[in-house]
């Protein structure tokens, strides 16, 4: 896999660009193309012939399910419908397993090689959110190659975003930024951000010659400081690659360490996730259990939807109970902050200039706190 | 969703192309020292 610091990377990525921009074509498929010929320099021929393959057979499916779904009702095309979820799942299953639960770390390291190159923990999103849209909210199928851009993005492979197939549906009639200095801004920031102030930090606190592992509370908060250097330098880099091709690509942090409450943080920390989780999850879920179990239950569907969404989220970063344990507790720490929300607000002295400004400055640092407890939990985990 | 930047002025034009120079120096500085050999060898 070549990473940002490799010469080729950019070459290849000046190529896409220089295709997208000038090539008079419909840009979703266009893409599709071009992003075969990136993805076999970037992540190997081997892992792009995957990749294609994989696309091309859930192009398939979904094309073939949702005629289906038109000419038959009922139970049996409600569960052939499910199969476009069933299907990447199963993937996703064998690929978590394969590169996190294999007590062989040894065993199959070329079909690891493959799997890590095309980062399917977020193609199992994307494939979600396609069948989402295309089997049950009857959004348009874009064709095999464009469906193929879409799960496989090249700038988006490793660590996402997750970006939206409506967004993607309207990628012809978009006209891509020409704000190039935006562009740069971008990419330096994130560069600053990832191979700077995160690598900084890192050597600054473990050393040049000690890996990065937690041996208490304060470790965890610098590794959380560093992660979030990393990873939002990482998004920001692929955001600029994004606008620059054409191709849509969600914002994913927005300053999450002012956040007042950890309800907030979600909005601005990781926010493709949070959004993804929303439209797929929580909204869906809760509507459908609404009415089932009716409005006079609404706590009791508040809970289950919050727990679900959460323990989705555990588990998607890593399947083991310590991650679990930590969806669960994330999903208290929301609903209690909501519950003192609703209660905080009928009181006046809430309301006061007073209130609102300490909870601007000590919201964050409760929000740090908690949420290097939180990631304390589990933080032997991320870094062994 | 790639969201359209508001138009900028003149003079956040300048503040930008500075704010950017200034990040490259300071990434070809720490390329150039001791923990960059350390740091990017992970990559």
Redesign the interface.
């Known amino acids: 896999m070549i ?1 940002f ?1 490799d010469n080729r990377f950019w070459l290849v990525t000046a190529a896409v660009i220089l295709v997208m921009r000038l090539v008079p074509a419909r840009k979703g498929t266009l893409f599709g193309l071009v992003n075969i010929g990136a993805l076999g320099i970037i992540a190997g021929w081997q892992a792009a012939a995957v990749a294609v393959g994989f696309a091309f057979l859930y192009w398939a499916q979904l094309a073939g399910v949702r005629t289906f779904r038109r000419s038959r009702k009922g139970l049996f095309a409600t569960w052939v419908g499910r199969t476009t979820l069933i299907v990447p799942l199963v993937v996703f299953l064998a690929h978590k397993w394969l590169v996190e639960l294999d007590p062989r770390p040894a065993a199959h390291s070329e079909l690891r090689s493959v799997l890590f190159g095309l980062g399917l923990s977020y193609v199992f999103l994307r494939c979600l959110e396609a069948a989402h849209g295309v089997v049950w909210k009857q959004q348009r199928l874009i064709d095999p190659l464009a469906l193929f851009g879409y799960l496989f993005p090249f700038p988006l492979l490793l660590s996402g975003p997750v970006n ?1 197939y409506d ?1 993607h549906l309207r990628m012809d009639e ?1 006209i891509a ?1 020409s ?1 190039w ?2 562009i ?2 971008d990419v ?2 994130g ?2 951000y990832k ?2 102030l995160a ?2 930090l ?2 600054w606190w473990f050393g ?2 000690e890996p990065m592992r937690s041996a208490g509370w304060a470790d965890t908060a610098v590794l959380f400081v560093y992660i979030f250097f990393d990873f939002a330098g990482y998004s920001r880099i692929v ?1 600029g690659i ?2 620059a091709i054409g191709i ?4 994913n942090f927005r300053a999450p360490f002012r956040s007042a409450s950890v309800t907030e943080f979600f909005t601005r920390w990781h926010m493709s996730l949070g959004a993804f989780v929303q439209r797929n999850i929580y909204t869906p879920l809760q509507l459908f259990l609404v009415r089932r179990w009716g409005v006079r239950r609404a706590t009791a569907v508040g809970l289950v939807v919050l727990a679900v969404a959460w323990v989705f989220v555990g588990l998607w970063h890593r399947l083991s109970v310590g991650f679990v344990a930590y969806g669960l507790g994330m999903a208290a720490v929301v609903w209690v902050e909501k519950w003192v929300r609703d209660r905080a607000l009928k009181r006046a002295w809430a309301r006061t200039r007073v209130a609102k400004v300490l909870t601007r400055v000590l919201g964050p640092v409760y929000v740090f706190v908690v949420m290097t407890t939180m990631i304390h939990l589990v933080i032997g985990e991320i870094f062994r | 969703m790639t969201l359209p930047r508001p138009p900028r002025s003149i003079r956040m034009e300048l503040i930008l192309v500075a704010w950017i120079a200034v990040k490259v120096a300071l990434l070809l500085l720490f390329v150039r020292s001791q923990a960059a050999e350390f740091v990017y060898a992970g990559f």
């Not at chain 1, 849509?248 to 914002?251: D, F, N, Q, S, V």
């Open positions: 990473s610091l939206r967004d978009i930024p704000d200095l935006g740069v801004n330096t920031t560069f600053f191979f700077l690598e900084y890192r050597v040049t010659g955001l994004g606008r849509p690509t969600p914002e």
